[in-house]
């Protein structure tokens, strides 16, 4: 498509007030552990990883006709959560009936969507090496649960999704192995095009030290962002074959438009067909769940073509 930046009015924030606000979504209510519905299903459970040291909490939606046809295989979907979010977001605000839905109405094709809970990675391994949620995320988890659950083996049976900071996650980690991945998808993803410069270490008690600080450093190094940012992977690895889906509103509180516009730029250039949309909205879950349905219809028509 056209260059997005075109129709943009780029709304930039503060990178403090970024993470001030994501740290802050948290929810009020507990949500119990199994949620039924008359065919598809939510399971939730952990699976156990020598890499975290730790077990690792997942929900999967499992789809309407995964209890009745006990032989059948289905394609996966991996659905990062945001920051202040948690391994339960397709219960939380109703994105589960909106699934279910989509399922009776036709508009998708069935396949196993699963979230697993990352606190604040990124999804990514940590600068200090001492927090390997990526390794954890392509050696243990995904063979982890392919192997619990009846899934279509192959590339072109798995895809990655993610809102926010999920969606740098499904991003990174679909640029970094698209071997792994036939479709990445994002919504409003966490991504910045140029960090700001921080010159000191933060206090101990600071949003951006608790945040940031496990994961890229405090102050976070700039070369260790580069690097594995989504923008720094697609301008060089090989794509090919990757199909490609993001969006974010356009008045993002974040100014993650500017990083949107910037990705499908960097694509456009390099010839990398791909799909980016800038809509009216902000980053809630209202943009979230308005969106959703355009993510989902987009791996399931490549997951059933």
Known sequence: MTS?????DVHRSSFARLFIYLFGLLYLFHFPQ?????????????LPSKILAHPVNYCVVLPPSYAEDKTRKFPILYFFHGLGDNEQ????????????????RGQIGEFLIVTPNADATFYINSRDGKLRYEDFLAQEFLPGIEARYRVAPGRENRGVAGVSMGGYGALHLAFRHPQLFSAVSAHSPAIIDK???????????????????????????????????????????NLSGLKIYFDCGDQDDFGFESGTAALDKLLASR???????????????????????????????????
């Open 195 to 237: 960090l700001p410069a921080f010159t000191a270490p933060a206090p101990a008690g600071a949003v951006r030290s608790r945040v940031l600080g496990a994961t890229f450093g405090s102050p976070p190094d700039p070369v260790f962002w580069d690097r594995n940012s989504p923008l720094t992977l697609a301008r060089t690895t």
């Open 271 to 305: 010839h990398i067909p791909h799909e980016a949309h800038i809509y009216p909205g902000r980053h809630d879950w209202q943009y979230f769940a308005e969106h959703l349905p355009a993510s989902l219809e987009f791996h399931s028509r490549l997951f059933h073509r």
């Open 89 to 104: 977001m397709f219960i939380h605000g109703g994105a589960f009936n909106l699934v279910q839905d989509l399922w009776e």
């Open 4 to 8: 997005l930046a075109r129709r943009l």
């Open 34 to 46: 199994f949620v039924s519905a008359a065919t598809a299903r939510i399971e939730c459970n952990s």
